[in-house]
């Protein structure tokens, strides 16, 4: 009976788990760049969140420093706490002309933080940026072999899995959008469609557990009876 109690208390917590990261991917459908968690089981039904890459559907929005990439890769932010990926490209610039994110991270080109003095701004999908007859610098759009060491660091940040630096590697093809945004790679309908699933199973595995419950008590009494 024992085993038995613990098949629907599992269930539960998995339930309670898959809500929270429905739940979250919901939450940011809108943010650029966001990239949805899935809740995948092992072989012993042990559980573990996992990030999807799939790229995201493109917005275009022209303004000049919105930016898209077409295919893999990430750009490269400098952080207070070290080196991050991100593919959320609506920067914008600092009281020192230094293309930024919104944090006020600096961007990082193949030389380090782009600097943009003029208004005449092109960036080409090579990652070049131009302003005017000039190169500020090139975007450095990197990949890697495999997305199994990159931790989620807020909701459009990737670091790390273990604080070790990454083997970075070139794309197989750079292919950046000026005056685009990648929108969250999350369809909305089928994420709520989920979220009432996994409302549902909970709620039948609520009812086992206090099915369970009913017996136990009743099997309770009548030992006592017995005595």
Same mark, same amino acid.
């Given at each position: 009976?024992?085993? +038995?109690?613990?098949?629907?208390?599992? $269930?539960?917590?998995?339930?309670?788990?898959?809500?929270?990261?429905?739940?979250?991917?919901?939450?940011? &459908?809108? /943010?650029?760049?966001? !990239?949805?968690?899935?809740?995948?089981?092992? =072989?012993?039904?042990?559980?573990?969140?996992?990030?999807?890459?799939?790229?995201?559907?493109?917005?275009?929005?022209?303004?000049? #420093? =919105?930016?898209?990439?077409?295919?893999?890769?990430?750009?490269?932010?400098?952080?207070?706490?070290?080196?991050?990926?991100? @593919?959320?490209?609506?920067?914008?610039?600092?009281?020192?002309?230094?293309?930024?994110?919104?944090?006020?991270?600096?961007?990082?080109?193949?030389?380090?933080?782009?600097?943009?003095?003029?208004?005449?701004?092109?960036?080409?999908?090579?990652?070049?940026?131009?302003?005017?007859?000039?190169?500020? $610098?090139?975007? &450095? %759009?990197?990949?890697?072999?495999?997305? +199994?060491?990159? !931790?989620? =660091?807020?909701?459009?940040?990737?670091?790390? &899995?273990? =604080? /070790?630096?990454?083997?970075?590697?070139?794309?197989?093809?750079?292919? %950046? !959008?000026?005056?685009?945004?990648?929108?969250?790679?999350? /369809?909305?309908?089928?994420?709520?469609?989920? #979220?009432?699933?996994?409302? @549902?199973?909970? *709620?039948?595995? *609520?009812?086992?557990? *206090?099915?369970?419950? +009913?017996?136990?008590?009743?099997?309770?009494?009548?030992?006592?009876?017995?005595?």
């Amino acid at each position: 009976m024992l085993h +038995e109690m613990t098949r629907p208390v599992q $269930g539960g917590l998995r339930q309670e788990k898959k809500f929270a990261i429905t739940a979250n991917n919901i939450a940011n &459908a809108n /943010t650029t760049g966001f !990239k949805k968690d899935v809740l995948t089981f092992g =072989d012993m039904l042990e559980t573990r969140m996992k990030t999807d890459f799939s790229e995201g559907p493109l917005q275009f929005t022209e303004n000049r #420093l =919105d930016m898209a990439i077409s295919g893999n890769g990430f750009f490269k932010i400098q952080t207070a706490d070290g080196i991050r990926y991100t @593919r959320s490209g609506n920067f914008t610039l600092d009281n020192t002309n230094t293309l930024v994110t919104q944090d006020g991270n600096p961007v990082l080109g193949t030389g380090g933080p782009i600097v943009i003095d003029g208004n005449d701004v092109v960036i080409e999908e090579t990652g070049e940026v131009r302003v005017g007859d000039t190169t500020a $610098g090139i975007l &450095a %759009v990197v990949d890697f072999d495999s997305y +199994e060491n990159l !931790k989620k =660091d807020g909701n459009t940040l990737f670091a790390p &899995a273990d =604080d /070790t630096p990454l083997q970075e590697i070139a794309p197989d093809r750079v292919s %950046v !959008k000026q005056g685009a945004l990648e929108m969250a790679n999350i /369809t909305t309908v089928k994420e709520m469609a989920e #979220l009432i699933k996994t409302e @549902r199973l909970y *709620q039948t595995y *609520q009812k086992m557990m *206090q099915t369970f419950d +009913e017996l136990n008590a009743t099997a309770a009494t009548k030992i006592a009876q017995f005595k």
